[in-house]
């Protein structure tokens, strides 16, 4: 008899009344045997019972395979493969399913040959009733399923990752896998069934496996099982492993013990934590770390105790990213943590807060005579050059300062002082300064200039004015420089001295730059074929990489020639990035643009950027001109410059000509061409056709029409 079904149910012990799903194989050659054997089973487990039968060792192998067979009777005596080899190939498929091995002589060592072989029980053919059958059957159901049960336990024992204990109520062990013992090194034969917790513990402890004091482990350990609660900790040991303990109350009063290496976790988390908190360049703390150890210095509520926050900048360090690469940069910043750190204690909090900005917190000495020392020291230190991968940097430090009490008993408020101390000192550079009570009020009104100005230019409340720039050779108007003028609606008149250093800093200068290159341009084309503009640049927008593109744009725009646009510049373009700066200025000199160096001879390397860059024109200092009236020094420079100019092929012009005998003076010097209140005085672009025609037809320029062309009072330059 066969079956098609093929699932391998999971085993159970049999019940008195049969269930359907229940299936007996009998493989037997013997007919009478196998009726036998059907008659007792039918008598002992019912009618329901399914029973299937084979007559050979390869049939009872194929109804195994396709069939659920809950268990097998199998007799010793098979043609062909004989019942001890059927029990061998189901054992390598299916290791639990239950056997009775079945022989009709009954010997001994057939019973023990079969148990070898993995049957569960053995009967002869002699003794079988419905009751010795149906015994044998539980029997082997319950050992097979006992077994497996067993083997699936070790096997999830084993494949943790975990250390994993039971004890019995008596504190005594009953099993364990292997990742326990190697957890802590020691022998698996250690671990017998019976071994009581406490000489686990000690021999943990005498192996260097536990926490540090290894007596008190042991007691603490023993107190929290005989509370019967559940429990959670987390165990430090001498190695420096940690490892998560859970242990959990079993309901025969028992426990189970779950040991984690959580070690990795741990290293993770410092390595989180300290990255938090400290800077991955410098590894020194970061402002979140900084402000932890404030908190902590102001917590100790000693109002007496006088403590000083540092704020240091570094100046001219983004000139170094700038035109030696981040890389250098970095390696300064770690030479300039070296120097700082000479100059500090041990106590003293060192923190790097972003950049080139750094903080020291100095506690436990007199304030401010301690603070002082300290600035003076730093700036002394960091003012030597440094010699970093082959370049010599030059670089210096402002410092703000600010003492508790006296400028705050709160983290926050200190920290902020200490900045708007430091915005002071940047103001002049390496220096320090203290903070002080205005310092709060100045910086609000500036953060409110701030926001203004950048409504600005969305608003249209900027205005551009033009002064005049006159040939003395010719006495004629060639050119007209734009002057940007700034129409707050409530502030009213804003200088350029108020705002343009504010539009540097916060690069707001790049987009009005780009609207005053624009709207100059196209004023220009209103004007006669013969006069140029000259527009004034800031070293912010040579930074910005767009500057050169941004002149054709606006020469396109305007319709007009690329040499009636003229661009003036001071050293300090040039200084902080010559190389970019330069191909810029070439790039822009090849559109047939102008380009003046104004202020000439104010600066350490004016004469050396004559001979670096090609310029059409240099405009000498108003402070030199002022000086004509009773200085043979200014004189001198002037016809000096003049001269220079002259040789060179370039138009020098004198700025801030006032009076007539300045206008002589610089004519007689040499200056090919002046501009002043004396010419004209900046004018709205609307004026500028009513200044060319005061100044005569043509601008021809007289001294009639100076006058009169210097009687509007304008708004500052």
């Known amino acids: 008899m066969r079956s098609s079904d093929t699932a391998h149910p999971t085993i159970k012990v049999v019940p008195r009344s049969a269930d359907p799903a229940f299936t007996l194989l009998i493989v037997d050659d013997d007919a009478g045997d196998r009726t036998l054997c059907r008659r007792s089973l039918r008598s ?6 399914r029973i299937l039968e084979e007559d050979s060792g390869e049939g009872g192998l194929d109804a195994i395979n396709r069939n659920a067979i809950t268990c097998a009777l199998i007799d010793y005596s098979l043609p062909g493969i004989d019942g001890l080899e059927v029990l061998r190939r189901i054992r390598l498929k299916y290791p639990y399913l239950p056997v009775v091995m079945i022989d009709g002589k009954g010997h001994d060592v057939i019973a023990v040959q079969s148990m070898k072989e993995g049957a569960q029980d053995y009967i002869a053919k002699s003794t ?5 059958l149906q015994r044998a059957i539980e029997m082997a159901i319950r050992h097979s399923a006992l077994r497996e049960h067993t083997f699936r336990l070790n096997s999830a024992l084993e494949s943790s990752m975990h250390g994993l204990c039971v004890f019995d109520s008596d504190g005594r062990l009953v099993v364990c896998n292997s990742r326990y013992a190697s957890m802590y090194g020691l022998s698996p034969e250690r671990f017998q069934r019976g071994v009581s917790l406490r000489s686990i513990l000690e021999w943990r402890v ?22 019967r609660r559940p429990h959670v900790a987390v165990n430090k040991l001498r190695d420096g492993r940690f490892i998560l303990v859970s242990h959990q109350p079993t309901s ?5 013990t779950i040991h984690q290496d959580i070690t990795a976790e741990k290293v993770a988390e410092a390595k989180l934590e300290y990255m938090a908190h400290h800077d991955a360049l410098t590894r020194l703390p970061n402002r979140t770390l900084l402000q932890e150890r404030l908190n902590g210095y102001l917590s100790r509520g000693k109002r007496e105790e006088r403590l000083a926050i540092l704020f240091l900048d570094l100046d001219h360090f983004k000139q170094v990213n700038d035109t030696l690469g981040h890389s250098v940069g970095d390696a300064l910043l770690c030479a300039v943590v070296d120097r700082v750190r000479e100059c500090t204690r041990d106590a003293d909090v060192l923190a790097r807060l972003g950049g080139d900005e750094f903080a020291i917190l100095q506690s436990d000495v007199e304030q401010p005579t301690s603070a002082t020392h300290l600035a003076q020291r730093l700036i002394d230190q960091l003012s030597r050059s440094f010699d970093v991968k082959g370049h010599q940097i030059d670089i210096g430090v402002s410092i703000g300062i600010s003492i508790a009490p006296n400028d705050g008993t709160q983290s926050d408020q200190l920290l902020k002082n200490a900045d708007m101390a430091l915005f002071r000192a940047k103001e002049h550079r390496n220096r320090f300064c203290f903070f002080e009570a205005g310092m709060d009020a100045r910086m609000q009104a500036r953060r409110a200039l701030q926001v203004d100005l950048r409504k600005a230019l969305a608003g249209g409340q900027f205005e551009l004015f033009y002064q005049p720039l006159v040939n003395l050779r010719e006495n ?3 050119c007209f420089e734009a002057l940007l003028r700034w129409n707050h609606p409530a502030r009213g008149l804003v200088t350029p001295a108020d705002f343009i250093p504010l539009a540097e800093e916060t690069g707001l200068i790049v987009p009005i730059g780009e609207w005053v290159l624009r709207q100059c341009c ?5 004007w006669p074929a013969g006069i140029k503009v ?12 767009g500057l050169v593109a941004t002149v054709e744009a606006a020469i ?13 510049i001071t050293e300090a373009v040039l200084l902080e990035n010559s190389e970019a700066s330069l191909a810029a200025l070439h790039q822009l000199r090849a559109l047939g643009v102008g380009i003046a160096m104004d202020d000439f001879g104010t600066g350490y390397s004016s004469l050396s950027y004559l001979r670096s860059f090609p310029f059409d024109k240099i405009k000498i200092d108003r402070s030199f001109i002022r000086g004509l009236d009773g200085s043979k020094d200014s004189v001198a420079i002037i016809r000096a410059i003049s001269g220079l100019g002259a040789d060179l092929g370039l138009v020098t012009t004198a700025e801030g000509v006032e009076t007539g005998q300045q206008l002589e003076l610089v004519r007689a010097l040499g200056c090919t061409e002046v501009q002043g209140y004396l010419i004209g005085r900046p004018q709205p672009a609307c004026e500028v056709p009513c200044l060319l025609r005061r100044l005569g037809a043509e601008g021809v320029v007289s001294p009639q029409n100076c006058a009169s062309a210097s009687s509007p009072a304008p708004p500052p330059r």
């Open 44 to 49: 002992a487990f019912g009618k329901r019972l």
């Open 128 to 132: 079988i009733t419905p009751s010795t």
């Open 206 to 227: 005498a192996s260097g496996n536990s926490p540090e004091d290894g007596a008190e482990y042991i007691d603490q350990r023993l107190l929290e099982l005989a509370r």
């Open 252 to 256: 025969d009063g028992g426990w189970v």
């Open 476 to 478: 004629t108007v060639r």
């Open 522 to 526: 196209a004023e220009a084309a209103k």
């Open 534 to 545: 000259a527009v004034n640049l800031s070293p912010v927008q040579f930074r910005d990489g």
């Open 556 to 568: 396109a725009a305007a319709g007009i020639a690329a040499d009636r646009l003229e661009l003036e």
